[in-house]
Antibody, heavy 125, light 106 residues
């Protein structure tokens, strides 16, 4: 069974740090782009970051650039999100998702076909 | 950045057809994707590349595209289709989601 399981969420003070993890199973992790998507309480979905199969390309939403770092360990089938300088507005459920992306040539596409259940991050004093 | 606009809510009676629109200037140049999210659950992909349906998604879900607007159509709506629906688009530098539409089955 294809599965993504997030962990590492919790309560952190403003300015603090947290590292989220996502354990993948049931598919060849190293063959897929991966993403983090978040959802603030009562709000819509917001894309956070993407990482290429080998980690050589990473993309972020403007609001987290310079504060968050996406990474992966293909040997451990794991995805990570290091979050520094956390703000109240980073409070959200954070989802790990598998990306389906186009090959280097051809019409571009990117969507997320498998999602984890999410882990909750609360930034508050 | 991505600006994808959806109506906040759509109400439909069981067995009727629900249509959810998503508008954005970049949509003529990019594929659109649709996700269903029920309360307390993770999103589920229901349409990809404008009109393709993943395996396991009922045939009553369909997608279409015309200019700057894409549409998710749910034919013969069932009570279990009550959920939030989000469109999504992407280019090589990132991606964005629509504002979300709550579908209520009366």
């Amino acid at each position: 069974e294809v599965q993504l399981v997030e962990s590492g969420g919790g309560l952190v003070q403003p300015g603090g740090s947290l590292r989220l993890s996502c354990a993948a199973s049931g598919f060849t992790f190293s063959s897929y782009w991966m993403s983090w998507v978040r959802q603030a309480p009562g709000k819509g979905l917001e894309w956070v970051a993407n990482i290429k199969q080998d980690g050589s390309e990473k993309y972020y939403v403007d609001s987290v650039k310079g504060r968050f770092t996406i990474s992966r360990d293909n040997a451990k089938n794991s995805l990570y999100l290091q979050m520094n300088s956390l703000r109240a507005e980073d409070t959200a459920v954070y989802y790990c998702a598998r990306g389906a992306s186009s090959p280097p040539s051809g019409y571009y596409y990117y969507y997320m076909d498998v999602w984890g259940k999410g882990t909750t991050v609360t930034v508050s004093s | 950045s991505y600006e994808l606009t959806q109506p906040p809510s759509v109400s439909v009676s069981p067995g009727q057809t629900a249509r959810i629109t998503c508008s954005g200037d970049a949509l003529p140049k990019q594929y659109a994707y649709w996700y269903q999210q029920k309360p307390g659950q993770a999103p589920v992909l229901v349409i990809y590349k404008d009109s393709e349906r993943p395996s396991g998604i009922p045939e009553r879900f369909s997608g279409s595209s015309s200019g700057t607007t894409v549409t998710l159509t749910i034919s013969g709506v069932q009570a279990e289709d009550e959920a939030d629906y989000y469109c999504q688009s992407a280019d090589s530098s990132g991606l964005g989601f629509g504002t979300g539409t709550k579908v209520t089955v009366l």
